[in-house]
Nanobody, 116 residues
Framework: QIHLVESGGGLVQPGGSLGLSCAAS????????MGWYRQVPENEREFVASIRRSGTINYLDTVEGRFHISGDYAKSQVFLQLTNLKPEDTAVYLCSVLEPGARQYWGQGPQVTVSS
């Protein structure tokens, strides 16, 4: 079992920046994928960014160049730096990790609100 604890988020004006952190605990040795998703009420959960143990990084097209994901697999931590934020980035941001066998774990998700 893996437990995820996130921190960060909050209210920021358009064009501003925020940082999100996520730490995994438990049986973390087999994690091969760490990523962030976001969800807005009444919408489907949306992939935002991921970093694999191999080093491969992927981004949602609309955040590439504005968001930066980094991770430390030795410490089972993943970070997301959000810059040049737009109102449409407002969402609950969920940390997620994957183990072999497609076992996926989710955090509770900090709220990010972009508003003037």
């Amino acid at each position: 079992q893996i437990h995820l604890v996130e921190s960060g988020g909050g209210l920021v004006q358009p064009g501003g920046s925020l940082g999100l952190s996520c730490a995994a605990s438990g049986n973390t040795a087999s994690i091969y994928f760490m990523g962030w998703y976001r969800q807005v009420p009444e919408n489907e959960r949306e992939f935002v960014a991921s970093i694999r143990r191999s080093g491969t990084i992927n981004y949602l097209d609309t955040v590439e160049g504005r968001f930066h994901i980094s991770g430390d697999y030795a410490k089972s931590q993943v970070f997301l730096q959000l810059t040049n934020l737009k109102p449409e980035d407002t969402a609950v941001y969920l940390c997620s990790v994957l183990e072999p066998g497609a076992r996926q774990y989710w955090g509770q998700g900090p709220q990010v609100t972009v508003s003037s």
